[in-house]
């Protein structure tokens, strides 16, 4: 865990100050890591110290013989408090770090000078940037998302819907039997047992509405809510972050810092359909003014850590992002947007044009003609 030395100032501050995350059993080898680093775990690894007081990410791996093919990424958000001591404990069936009763951070209090030189010191170094991707994710926000279990784990753990080991249940089923010939692919993967995840375990993003109108609208509030997606939104902060938008930005990084660092790629196609619904909403962006301007920086942070073909289609060799930050741009040209907002995006667009030559000038794909499917019953005079 050797890294650039903090000034002497902080690290003193930091020591006196700083929480204790003890880490116990981990297999030598093993990946380890706290926020935006990680480490193979060494014989004498005992937990990390000096860690700033507020919400962290410890994510772990397991390995193979050597050091080599190493496991899922399992990780748990923490939010500690000033000379806290947290104690984890490795479980060897779950590959994962659990935590211990609280009274085993106290019984360990005053043993912490002898723990000292097992302890290796908080990456100061990648801090302030842990901080941009997470400043918006409060204790209260990350133990409102995260998975009732705790364990955030890059593959879902699932089981089947329902029986399907023996003759009689697949029988019930309309399922042929297991040694029956499989004369197609799509027949194969139509004998593949149902699978749900098991409870628990999901994050517990906001639920994104699949229909973006209102039951009952005309066809042309129909297209009009399909090529703005405010009252989508409005669905949403309604159900979850009533009188707190801020909260969305919340939900944002926490499904980014989920992939970016614990693997999830659910997470990253949640977050994906939020910023959809985010930049698509002309007329939110005009009511809630601090939560775009907030958006931007979000987006500035996050942006900067992944690499500028990453959003492009492998198949139609579209970029996801260009497309939609270039509605999000062209809605913030209106003049019901404050001044200091538009400002503030056109200067991120100038900014992703440098870094990543992307070209926001062509015509936005939502000034084409939108085909829009009508509900059943639903008829155009």
Not at 11 to 31: C, I, K, N, S, Y
Not at 44 to 61: D, E, I
Not at 85 to 98: F, I, K, Q, S, Y
């Given at each position: 865990?050797?890294?650039?030395?903090?000034?002497?100032?902080?690290?003193r501050?930091?020591?006196?100050?700083g929480?204790?995350?003890?880490?116990?059993?981990?297999?030598?080898?093993?990946?380890?890591?706290?926020?935006?680093?990680?480490?193979?775990?060494?014989?004498?690894?005992?937990?990390?110290?000096?860690?700033?007081?507020?919400?962290?990410?410890?994510?772990?791996?397991?390995?193979?013989?050597?050091?080599?093919?190493?496991?899922?990424?399992?990780?748990?958000?923490?939010?500690?408090?000033?000379?806290?001591?947290?104690v984890?404990?490795?479980?060897?069936?779950?590959?994962?770090?659990?935590?211990?009763?609280?009274?085993?951070?106290?019984?360990?209090?005053?043993?912490?000078?002898?723990?000292?030189?097992?302890?290796?010191?908080?990456?100061?170094?990648?801090?302030?940037?842990w901080?941009?991707?997470?400043?918006?994710i409060?204790?209260?926000?990350?133990?409102?998302?995260?998975?009732?279990?705790?364990?955030?784990?890059?593959?879902?753990?699932?089981?089947?819907?329902?029986?399907g080991?023996?003759?009689?249940?697949?029988?019930?089923?309309?399922?042929?039997?297991?040694?029956?010939?499989?004369?197609?692919?799509?027949?194969?993967?139509?004998?593949?047992?149902?699978?749900?995840?098991?409870?628990?375990t999901?994050?517990?993003?906001?639920?994104?509405?699949?229909?973006?109108?209102?039951?009952g609208?005309?066809?042309?509030?129909?297209t009009?809510?399909?090529?703005?997606?405010?009252?989508?939104?409005?669905?949403?902060?309604?159900?979850?972050?009533?009188?707190?938008?801020?909260?969305?930005?919340?939900?944002?990084?926490?499904?980014?810092?989920?992939?970016?660092?614990?693997?999830?790629?659910?997470?990253?196609e949640?977050?994906?359909?939020?910023?959809n619904?985010?930049?698509?909403?002309?007329?939110?962006?005009?009511?809630?003014?601090?939560?775009?301007i907030?958006?931007?920086?979000?987006?500035?942070?996050?942006?900067?850590?992944?690499?500028?073909?990453?959003?492009?289609?492998?198949?139609?060799?579209?970029?996801?992002?260009?497309?939609?930050?270039?509605?999000?741009?062209?809605?913030?040209?209106?003049?019901?947007?404050d001044?200091?907002?538009?400002?503030?995006?056109?200067k991120?667009?100038?900014?992703?044009?440098?870094?990543?030559?992307?070209?926001?000038?062509?015509?936005p794909?939502?000034?084409?003609?939108?085909?829009?499917?009508?509900?059943?019953?639903?008829?155009?005079?």
């Amino acid at each position: 865990m050797a890294g650039p030395r903090p000034d002497p100032e902080l690290a003193r501050q930091l020591f006196f100050e700083g929480a204790t995350v003890v880490v116990l059993d981990v297999p030598e080898g093993t990946e380890f890591g706290i926020d935006y680093s990680a480490w193979a775990v060494g014989p004498r690894f005992r937990g990390v110290k000096m860690v700033p007081p507020g919400l962290h990410f410890v994510h772990c791996s397991a390995t193979g013989a050597g050091g080599r093919d190493a496991g899922p990424r399992s990780g748990r958000f923490l939010s500690l408090r000033r000379r806290e001591v947290r104690v984890l404990r490795w479980d060897p069936a779950g590959e994962a770090v659990r935590p211990e009763p609280p009274e085993q951070g106290e019984a360990l209090r005053d043993r912490l000078r002898e723990l000292d030189p097992f302890l290796g010191p908080y990456p100061y170094e990648t801090l302030k940037k842990w901080v941009s991707l997470s400043n918006f994710i409060s204790e209260a926000a990350a133990e409102e998302l995260q998975p009732e279990s705790g364990q955030i784990c890059a593959f879902a753990e699932v089981l089947p819907e329902a029986a399907g080991r023996h003759t009689r249940d697949r029988a019930g089923q309309r399922r042929p039997p297991l040694d029956a010939e499989c004369r197609s692919y799509a027949e194969g993967l139509a004998r593949l047992p149902r699978m749900r995840p098991r409870a628990g375990t999901q994050i517990r993003f906001s639920e994104l509405p699949r229909q973006a109108f209102p039951a009952g609208a005309s066809p042309e509030e129909i297209t009009r809510h399909s090529m703005d997606l405010s009252y989508a939104l409005q669905r949403v902060m309604e159900q979850r972050y009533p009188g707190r938008p801020l909260g969305l930005l919340a939900e944002l990084q926490f499904a980014f810092i989920c992939f970016l660092i614990g693997n999830v790629y659910d997470a990253f196609e949640h977050w994906k359909r939020l910023l959809n619904i985010l930049c698509r909403s002309e007329e939110a962006i005009g009511k809630y003014q601090d939560l775009y301007i907030n958006l931007i920086s979000v987006l500035y942070h996050q942006l900067n850590e992944i690499p500028a073909d990453f959003f492009v289609d492998i198949v139609s060799q579209d970029n996801f992002l260009t497309s939609t930050l270039q509605v999000l741009f062209s809605c913030m040209c209106s003049s019901a947007v404050d001044e200091i907002l538009r400002k503030k995006a056109e200067k991120f667009k100038a900014h992703l044009t440098k870094k990543f030559k992307w070209d926001f000038e062509a015509e936005p794909d939502d000034c084409a003609p939108v085909v829009v499917q009508l509900p059943e019953g639903v008829q155009v005079d």
